[in-house]
């Protein structure tokens, strides 16, 4: 089965750990070609609520809807529409970029995985380092390749976990082109960070989170530091 969604809304999502509240009745709705800022500082529940998102986790109340799915509904069929960048870049250090790249492909059921890889590669800026093992490769590099790893299958949704980490300017720069050309494309970008310097003329939404709770949201959100201070004092 293949499905499609150009739609995301959560619905009072909570998560539970224990006595512990990660997410406390989280609720948004966002659109294909839309950038969401997942904005806090640690602990604020930006990395449960991607999980949640990306159905490896379930919420313990409330509802993820994908346009008119749900993950119970669609399961693996959904999980297709669906690219993640977490913390673990899942390359495998011993393979080449490009043979990284060709297996993910051919799990997704490319016609030509290879191809596939090329083209990831080619989008990178890193064809000519197709057959160096990624071991060899910076931190940048290895983000790259691990960003193109999760969008090699066209991906509707795409959830970023604090992707901007280690990176230098280049690197930073090449990303955030990245994004923007998934927003014109039609994606649906979910974007968690604490970097509020590279976030800032990015984002299309923000949600603002602290304790688990959301703060604040706003559209097309300006002078984001100095709007980061004034809504997360507020909830002090």
């Given at each position: 089965?293949?499905?499609?969604f150009?739609?995301?809304?959560?619905e009072?999502?909570?998560?539970h750990?224990?006595?512990?509240?990660?997410?406390?009745?989280?609720s948004?709705h966002?659109?294909?070609?839309?950038?969401?800022?997942?904005l806090?500082?640690?602990?604020?529940g930006k990395?449960?609520?991607?999980?949640?998102?990306?159905?490896?986790?379930?919420?313990?109340?409330?509802?993820?809807?994908y346009g008119t799915?749900?993950?119970?509904?669609?399961?693996?069929?959904?999980?297709?529409?669906?690219?993640?960048?977490?913390h673990?870049?899942?390359?495998?250090?011993?393979?080449?970029?490009?043979?990284n790249?060709?297996?993910?492909?051919?799990?997704y059921?490319?016609?030509d995985a290879?191809?596939?890889?090329?083209?990831?590669?080619a989008?990178?800026?890193?064809?000519?380092?197709?057959?160096?093992?990624?071991?060899?490769?910076?931190r940048?590099?290895r983000?790259?390749?691990a960003?193109?790893?999760?969008?090699?299958?066209?991906?509707?949704?795409?959830?970023?976990?604090?992707?901007?980490?280690?990176?230098?300017?280049?690197s930073?720069?090449?990303?955030?082109?990245r994004?923007?050309?998934?927003?014109?494309?039609?994606a649906i970008?979910?974007?968690?960070t604490?970097?509020?310097?590279l976030?800032?003329?990015?984002?299309?939404?923000a949600?603002?989170?602290?304790?688990?709770?959301?703060v604040d949201?706003?559209?097309?959100?300006g002078?984001?530091?100095?709007?980061?201070?004034?809504?997360?004092?507020?909830?002090?």
């Amino acid at each position: 089965m293949s499905i499609d969604f150009h739609e995301l809304t959560a619905e009072d999502v909570s998560r539970h750990f224990g006595r512990r509240r990660a997410l406390s009745k989280i609720s948004f709705h966002t659109r294909a070609g839309s950038i969401l800022g997942l904005l806090g500082p640690n602990g604020a529940g930006k990395s449960t609520m991607i999980a949640v998102l990306a159905t490896l986790m379930r919420a313990s109340g409330g509802t993820v809807r994908y346009g008119t799915h749900t993950a119970g509904m669609t399961g693996a069929a959904l999980r297709a529409r669906i690219g993640i960048l977490g913390h673990d870049l899942f390359l495998y250090p011993e393979l080449t970029a490009r043979e990284n790249l060709a297996f993910f492909a051919g799990l997704y059921g490319a016609a030509d995985a290879h191809a596939a890889a090329d083209t990831a590669l080619a989008r990178a800026g890193l064809g000519d380092r197709a057959h160096d093992p990624i071991s060899s490769f910076s931190r940048g590099m290895r983000q790259r390749v691990a960003l193109e790893r999760s969008l090699i299958h066209g991906p509707r949704l795409v959830l970023l976990d604090e992707p901007f980490t280690g990176l230098d300017d280049a690197s930073t720069a090449a990303l955030v082109a990245r994004l923007r050309g998934l927003r014109d494309e039609g994606a649906i970008v979910v974007l968690a960070t604490h970097d509020l310097d590279l976030a800032e003329g990015l984002l299309d939404e923000a949600l603002f989170l602290r304790d688990g709770r959301m703060v604040d949201a706003l559209a097309r959100p300006g002078a984001l530091r100095s709007t980061y201070r004034s809504i997360m004092g507020r909830s002090s």
